[in-house]
């Protein structure tokens, strides 16, 4: 591999005006693919064969046409009067009546279905009121039962100032759903809210709202560069990474927006690419561009340069299928909007390693003596023909007390860890959102007048086809009511819908709890628990559904598919890394420390998060597939770091040196790189905490701290403490192993320096370049 990478890396420094061709044609084809062939992006979290999917299948089968509630385009306009006036108030239902008028003729939205059901909520609940009661003297139930189901389902608060209308837009599925009927929605609302009223509005179709910008990204560049310049001391060769990687991320986000084509695709999806895209992209660049500064020392521009791709090109190659391992093995798991995520971000991490391998050379031929220019400061102190850095300096520190500073660092993420042990999970609702979105503001209404579990009602499918008798068929309808009344945590069941053949109902439970409340949870489980008896009791067959229960069991799903994908995720990568490494002990000990950051990252972001320390976000459930997303995700950036770090080690220790001698040396060159491409990494997932989705917010957070664990604290202190103690013996590998794996010479051994115009000192030109490089030439023990 190191040969082929040498040979890439000077054609396209040779050619570089070709590479510079097909990489903007690339751009611009993709470019005009997705501007007339993309759809809009969705949130769909759904599991096939999860309990409440096969409830929701029963529900079809006995009311066909009842539709997929993951599917439909429902629009839930709430309105409020004035504290203290009612809807009826003359003023307010003149603007309410506007309003409705309004909203009729809202874009998708059928003609029947608009005359139906866009009315006044005062109107249908007095429908209701009718329905109910009259219902309820046929049936002869007691006014109290009527009252509760009336309080249960009817749109307008008890103290008439809180409404709400709903309807379903005429489309196939939520992707369907164009801004433009967002947008007049939204007007429709602005108009009421300038006439008195509170309107506010959320719902399925409602996804979109608000629309992120990209500040985020563009702080993370800011300080990307800065640490860049300080890396380098060179403004040009600082810009180079970040162009790279812009060229990566914009392709890989073109990619995932193509990708609507055949899938549905989330909208954290391109999100996550652009984290990733950027952070990676930017860390390969610097790690060749370093490279072949380092290279410039010995050999020419173009010799340097594919040396550089051969070498660190190598270890970029290893450390780049790392993380696409982890994001592809997403896919494993088998759940589809895990999967789309995985791979799209795995996609673009491929991109940014071709950039990477290929741009960053071509950008070398066409600037050649000019790649260091805008010089800020030298570079290295040379000192008795060897060079002192930071990086060294470190390494003594360490190896001073490794025994101490390896506990140390234990220690405290063993005690960042503890707080994991309360997560709750949970999938974005509309409950969870910021709180100055209109979604939030309409939630927190309903909340307000009709109660908490509003919003997380569970539908009880009851399927009497197989009670012989049509008079027990009924009387297994009440009979699963009132067991469902029963439970606890229950404010109010009651039979919502009876087919035409009357041998299926569905049953509607309203919690007394909001969705994301544990209680909420501890209720489906409960009715879960107790289908059993109440199947033998009636005959029937019940299973429980909707919205509420499906992200429940979502939730759990990813919850219990966390292990087999760490121990997918984990077995892949560590059998490369004895690839890499030749050892067996050296893969061991990055794979614990991994866990430990890992660990100690969903402790500090339950603090932060669920329990709501310093305040950043409202508290509440944690995504429920961000642990995972953290596994896969930092699992791959810490090998990075492993790989990068490490190989310099394995490269001195298999050249002579011993092996406390070695570390040393990794971290002589490695060091500064390693904290730099850190940083850079925590710069770019840090900047997303500012967005205003939670999930994303979220996922910065937890990327960035996971990155400033492991990089700071297990790789720069655990790990090289841990190889001090071990010495010899971290580079162990039976033999019988040795001849097994193949030998992918990630170090770029075989790359020796070729006759005397490569070896030594450079020619005159070169000479000059390395001044401007700031980069001394001087023998060290090795060269």
């Not at 629009?75 to 009612?86: F, L, Q, S």
């Not at 539908?459 to 009924?474: I, S, T």
């Amino acid at each position: 591999m190191a040969h082929a990478l040498y040979r890439l890396g000077k054609a396209a420094y040779r050619r570089w005006p070709a590479v510079f061709a097909i990489w903007i044609a690339l751009v611009v084809a993709l470019g005009a693919v997705a501007a007339t062939q993309s759809k809009p992006m969705v949130d769909t979290f759904s599991i096939p064969g999860i309990p409440s999917e096969q409830a929701m299948d029963l529900q079809n089968e006995l009311f066909p046409g009842s539709g997929d509630a993951l599917e439909e385009a429902t629009v839930t306009v709430v309105v409020a009067a004035p504290e203290g006036e009612k809807l009826t108030d003359p003023a307010n239902a003149k603007a309410l009546d506007a309003l409705l008028a309004d909203l009729r003729e809202t874009p998708q939205t059928d003609a029947q279905t608009a005359k139906e059901a866009i009315v006044s909520p005062v109107d249908a609940a007095a429908g209701v009121e009718k329905q109910l009661t009259d219902a309820g003297k046929q049936n002869r139930t007691p006014q109290a039962v009527t009252d509760a189901n009336l309080r249960a389902v009817s749109p307008l608060s008890e103290d008439g100032r809180i409404g709400t209308l709903s309807w379903d837009l005429d489309v196939d599925s939520v992707g369907d759903v164009e801004q433009s009927t967002r947008d007049a929605i939204e007007a429709d609302l602005q108009t009421a809210r300038d006439a008195g009223l509170q309107a506010e509005v959320n719902g399925s179709a409602m996804q979109g709202i608000p629309e992120t910008g990209g500040t985020s990204e563009l702080i993370g560049i800011a300080f990307a560069l800065v640490v860049l310049v300080l890396t380098f001391g060179s403004i040009v060769a600082a810009g180079m990474p970040i162009l790279s990687a812009l060229v990566g991320v914009g392709i890989g986000v073109l990619g995932v927006s193509i990708a609507t084509v055949f899938t549905e695709i989330g909208t954290t999806t391109p999100i996550l690419a652009t984290m990733l895209g950027l952070a990676v992209g930017i860390d390969y660049s610097l790690f060749i561009l370093s490279r072949y500064r380092a290279e410039l020392r010995h050999a020419d521009r173009e010799e340097a340069i594919g040396l550089a791709v051969g070498r660190a090109g190598s270890a970029v190659v290893f450390a780049g299928l790392t993380v696409i391992i982890a994001l592809a093995a997403f896919s494993v798991v088998g759940i589809p909007f895990l999967t789309s995520m995985g791979l799209a971000a795995a996609g673009t991490v491929l991109v940014a390693v071709l950039v990477s391998l290929t741009f960053i050379p071509a950008l070398m031929g066409a600037l050649k003596g000019k790649a260091f220019a805008g010089r800020v400061r030298q570079d290295h102190m040379v000192t008795e023909g060897e060079i002192i850095n930071n990086g060294t300096r470190w390494a003594h520190v360490v190896q001073r007390k490794p025994v101490v500073m390896a506990l140390a660092v234990v220690a405290l993420l063993v005690a960042l860890a503890v707080p994991m042990k309360d997560i709750h999970l949970g999938l974005p609702t509309d409950s969870t959102a910021p709180t100055d979105t209109t979604q939030r503001k309409a939630a927190d209404l309903v909340t307000e007048g009709f109660g908490a579990g509003r919003q997380s009602p569970l539908l009880v499918v009851v399927d009497a086809r197989d009670v012989a008798d049509p008079k027990a068929a009924q009387e297994s309808f009440g009979a699963v009511t009132q067991w469902a009344a029963g439970q606890e945590g229950v404010e109010n069941a009651q039979v919502a819908q009876v087919n035409e053949d009357g041998t299926g109902a569905m049953v509607l439970v309203t919690p007394t709890t909001s969705g994301d409340d544990v209680a909420t949870e501890d209720l489906l489980h409960s009715l879960r628990d107790g289908q059993g008896g109440i199947e033998d009791q009636t005959g029937a067959t019940v299973g429980v559904t909707g919205l509420t229960a499906i992200q429940v069991d979502v939730s759990e799903r990813l919850l219990d598919a966390l292990v087999p994908y760490l121990a997918v995720v984990v077995g892949l990568a560590f059998v490369l890394l004895m690839m890499v490494f030749r050892s067996v002990l050296v893969p061991l000990t990055a794979t614990l420390g991994f866990l430990l950051s890992v660990l100690g990252t969903l402790g500090a972001t339950v603090l932060v998060f669920q329990e709501g320390l310093f305040g950043l976000v409202d508290p509440a459930p944690l995504m429920s597939f961000l642990p995972m997303l953290v596994v896969g995700i930092v699992f791959g950036l810490a090998m990075d770091y492993q790989v990068f770090l490490v190989t310099r080690m394995r490269e001195a220790y298999v050249h002579g040196e011993s092996a406390p001698a070695a570390v040393v040396e990794g971290f002589r060159f490695g060091a500064r790189v390693v904290t730099a491409a850190a940083a850079i990494m925590i710069s770019v997932f840090a900047a997303f905490v500012l967005q205003d989705d939670t999930l994303v917010k979220s996922i910065g957070f937890a990327l960035a701290v996971a990155v400033l664990l492991d990089a700071f604290l297990v790789r720069q202190v655990l790990i090289p403490a841990t190889m001090f103690i071990l010495g010899d013996k971290a580079w162990w590998l039976p033999r019988w192993l040795d001849k097994v794996l193949p030998n992918v010479d990630v170090e770029g051994e075989s790359l020796a320096r070729e006759g005397g115009r490569h070896a030594g000192p450079v020619a005159d030109e070169d000479e000059s370049e390395l001044q401007t490089a700031g980069v001394g030439y001087t023998p060290r023990h090795g060269d």
